[in-house]
């Protein structure tokens, strides 16, 4: 059961970026929009359709992933840093909450904000085309476990950076060029076998992937091994985010 601790701390991380909806809900909500007017729209009038379906159908799960991992994964470094750097991250270290208590309030907070932001894109996405989920149940299973596993990277990143730097560096130079590259505009059929192959290194391919099959019922790879994947890595994630914050790696020095 999760301590009154847990669940005010928990709190207080989702007021964080509640209360400011112009920083954490609008510039996702603008920069789709932008998304599919160019890649949909404009692009997607000469691509004409990938796999049977409409361009800026084909690649709504990819800005989904991009704009749900990018939320989940900035929000827990962000949140970890800066209670680093302004010293109010002892409060929860020396109350009576536990390691796993303090990383599922920040873990589970910032995964919060992914989820918000890949519904706010799914409904921008609604505007240029029509939605229909074809596996509600993965969809939605798939999206939980790949905002928590960023959310849980987020929290690795916020107590390994040294300056705010460093978080820019991670989101926009490591995390986002791994979405482009996992499938967002292309399947992963239309590369010739070297490269398709390479591309299965990449994680986000499993999880572009898994959502395009919840929602369009089209995928390129086994949608339970992907799901299976996805869940090893959360898991492994967690558990070092949980032995980290016990070693006090980031948050003594």
């Known amino acids: 059961m999760w ?6 701390l928990f709190k207080r991380e989702v007021q964080r970026f509640v209360r400011r909806p112009k920083n954490t809900f609008m510039p996702p909500a603008i920069t789709n929009v932008l998304y599919f007017a160019v890649f949909g729209i404009v692009l997607g ?12 159908l084909f690649i709504l799960p990819g800005l989904i992933v991009l ?3 990018s939320n989940a994964f900035e929000n827990a470094a962000f949140s970890i840093f800066h209670g680093r750097w302004n010293e109010y991250i002892d409060e929860p270290l020396t109350s009576p ?8 309030a920040y873990v589970g907070a ?13 409904a921008v996405g609604r505007i240029f085309t029509p939605i229909g989920i074809k596996h509600a149940a993965v969809l939605a299973v798939t999206m939980v476990i790949v905002c928590v596993l960023f959310a849980g990277l987020g ?6 950076a040294r300056d705010f730097d460093d978080l820019t560096v991670m989101n926009q ?3 986002r060029p791994l979405v482009f590259f996992g499938a967002v505009f292309y399947s992963l059929d239309v590369l010739p076998s070297t490269w398709r192959t390479v591309s299965l290194l990449n994680p986000m391919v499993y999880m572009v992937d898994t959502i395009r099959y919840g929602l369009l019922g089209y995928s390129d790879l086994t949608p339970t091994v992907s799901v299976g994947v996805l869940l090893g890595a ?8 949980i032995w980290l914050v016990k070693r006090g790696v980031g948050l003594t020095d």
């Open 3 to 8: 301590s009154i601790g847990g669940r005010a």
């Open 45 to 56: 009038g000469r691509i004409d359709e990938i796999a049977g379906f409409p361009y800026v």
């Open 67 to 69: 704009g749900a991992v």
């Open 97 to 104: 909450l536990s390691y796993t208590e303090i990383v599922a």
């Open 110 to 122: 910032s995964a919060l904000r992914g989820l918000l932001v890949g519904v706010i894109i799914g």
């Open 155 to 160: 929290l690795i990143g916020g107590l390994y």
């Open 173 to 175: 130079f490591i995390l």
């Open 234 to 241: 959360t898991v492994a994630v967690l558990a070092l985010d």
